[in-house]
Structures are given as C-alpha cells and as structure tokens.
C-alpha cells in the first residue's frame, strides 16, 4: 500500500464547476501538507500549504485537512480552463532523516472545459 | 513566476557525454534539492543538500553526482547516463532545513528536461 493515495481521475469538468481533489495517506508522522499544480512540461507550483487540521482559503482554492481521519482535499471553486493541468498533493514530516523528503499522490488530470 | 531557475531547460547528451544541470535561488533557503520526474509519475527524491551539505542521497547511481558551491547554486553533474535516465530534472528550494522547522515549503523550478540518446 502506497503512503499516500490520491483519487487517480482524470476528471473533466465544466467551466464554473467546483472541483474536489483528494488524497488519503497511512504515515501519521505526516505533518505538513501541500497542493502543486503542474502544467504540461512544466515544474510544480506550490497551490496550498498547511500543516493544521481544518480549512485554509487562498482565493478560489480551499484545503482541507482532518489529520484524524488521514484525509486531505483541495476544492476549486468557479474552475476556469486555465486552471487545467495535473494537481499534486505532498506531505512531508518535521524531523528526522524523512526532513525534506515529499511524498507525492500520483496526481489527477483535471480538465475545465469552456 | 518561480523564483528557482533552472538551466538548461533542454538536454540532448550521448551516453558518453559528461553535461551539467544548474540551479539558483536567491530566496535566502537553506536546503536544496534534486528531484527526477518521469512522464505521468509524480517527482522522486533524489538528493537534498541542507546548509551546502548533502544531507539525503536516495540510493542514486554515481553517474549522478551533486554539487552545492554555495547557498544559492546547486548543481548536477551528469556521465555516463542511459537512456532510461531521460526525465524532467527538477530542482526545488525551502527556507529552513532544521527538524521541526515550519519553513517546509518546497518551491520548485521549471525542471531540465534531458534526453539520453
């Protein structure tokens, strides 16, 4: 079993929709929680970053993270075809020789049609 | 727009070649690393570099072999490669490399793209 899961899609959705992503993982020395989006022959770019239980809103993104159940999401709201591209959830832990170390979903494909 | 540029952004080598990829932050981080992304995959570890000392090398193969002169640059010398080495490069940057440290965020370049032939 995979450290973390993340829902695989790929997903295709309408212009304005509101887009759920999510990710589960087993390693409850998983402290620090990250989105990236990555366009095509592109590097990651940092979306969200949490380390707390509960909702963070950044604009039109929201994470969420429930460190109780393992389970973590990224909301898009009002999606635009700009916002197409694989979405990537990270963790990593505070110490010890995993510091530094992200440990990735396997990405979803999102697709917002006009 | 991210501020670790990577360089350069595509590589052509043969498996004789010895080539190099760059990296610079001017963020002020402290930690800095090598991650390889092959399509379709998310990126893997390979090295990570914390106040200019190698503090992590994920069981990577010696025709890989990193470089940090100092805070800023980052380097990744590249002989003898295969063609199952073709991937995005990426390097990536955070503020703080000291356990429990909360400055975990990992910023990333646009990645090398390198090509073995």
């Known amino acids: 079993q995979k450290e973390v899961e993340q829902d695989p899609g790929p997903l295709s959705v309408p212009e304005g929709a509101i887009v759920s992503l999510n990710c589960t993982y087993s390693n409850s020395a998983f402290q620090y929680f990250m989105w990236y989006r990555q366009y095509s022959r592109k590097g990651p770019e940092l979306l969200m970053y949490?380390?707390?239980?509960g909702n963070k809103e950044d604009g039109r993104f929201t994470a969420q993270v429930d460190k109780s159940s393992k389970y973590i999401s990224l909301f898009i709201r009002d999606s635009q075809p700009s916002d197409s591209a694989t979405y990537l959830c990270?963790?990593?832990?505070?110490?010890?020789?995993?510091?530094?170390?992200?440990?990735f979903g396997q990405g979803t494909i999102l697709t917002v049609h006009p | 727009d991210t501020e670790v540029t990577q360089t350069p952004k595509h590589l052509v080598m043969g498996m004789t070649n010895k080539k190099s990829l760059k990296c610079e932050q001017h963020m002020g981080h402290r930690a800095m690393y090598w991650y390889k992304q092959k399509a379709k995959k998310p990126p893997e570890l390979m090295f990570v570099?914390?106040?200019?000392?190698?503090?992590i090398n994920e069981s990577v193969p010696s025709r890989f072999s990193p470089e940090c002169p100092n805070s800023s640059l980052l380097n990744l010398h590249l002989h003898a490669l295969q063609p199952e080495d073709s991937a995005l490069y990426l390097c990536a940057s955070s503020q703080d490399p000291r356990p429990g440290a909360r400055g975990n965020t990992i910023y990333f370049g646009e990645g090398s793209w390198l090509t073995v032939v």
């Open positions: 570099y914390s106040y200019e000392k190698l503090s």
């Open positions: 990270a963790m990593n832990s505070a110490g010890g020789t995993s510091y530094g170390k992200l440990t």
């Open positions: 949490t380390y707390s239980s």
